[in-house]
């Protein structure tokens, strides 16, 4: 009964608050497991789910790599924020720490359509889905400057992380938006 009702509108922010707790809390253990390992391990390296429903925020991090402790990041702009699993309401990112001298992650990850190398970041694993997909996850702009306009993924967001908008994106990126025949948004 009440399937459609208040009911089950409290039943899914309950499921949210609980999935966000124990992601923040996930996110506080691997913090202090890192801390007590202090001594063998290196760098860390943002990990995003790789499926349709990651945010801009986490799909422009995935594959990052930010110094442990401080993290201050490694070979780019974008800020830590608050960390993985932490970053924003639901968030479904984790981090994982490399060990000393070591550069990539070993081994595989899950991503939707089965795993995937470890190192794939989330702009790769978006190349290879096919164009409805890229839209439905970016929308049909977007998609068309991530296909034909040649923006990467990071692209997409300022150097402080946040989603820029199209017609931000046209004022620093006017030609991929002539590449991509996406309609001007002056």
Aim: proline share 3%.
């Amino acid at each position: 009964a009440f399937q459609d009702g208040i009911i089950e509108i409290d039943r899914r922010h309950a499921e949210a608050v609980a999935r966000t707790a124990l992601s923040h809390m996930a996110a506080t253990t691997r913090d202090r497991f890192f801390e007590a390992n202090d001594d063998i391990l290196g760098d860390e390296v943002w990990v995003s789910t790789l499926d349709g429903r990651t945010s801009q925020e986490c799909r422009a991090r995935d594959g990052k790599r930010y110094t442990r402790g401080t993290h201050r990041p490694v070979g780019h702009t974008l800020p830590w924020g608050s960390g993985p699993g932490r970053l924003h309401w639901q968030c479904r990112s984790t981090a994982v720490a490399l060990l000393k001298g070591q550069d990539e992650l070993f081994g595989q990850r899950s991503a939707k359509g089965g795993p995937v190398d470890a190192n794939e970041t989330y702009g790769a694993w978006l190349k290879r889905q096919p164009a409805s997909v890229q839209d439905d996850i970016l929308g049909p702009s977007r998609g068309a400057l991530f296909r034909r306009g040649g923006l990467e993924i990071e692209q997409f967001s300022n150097d402080k992380g946040r989603t820029l908008t199209l017609a931000e994106l046209e004022e620093r990126h006017a030609t991929a938006f002539k590449r991509a025949g996406v309609e001007s948004r002056a």
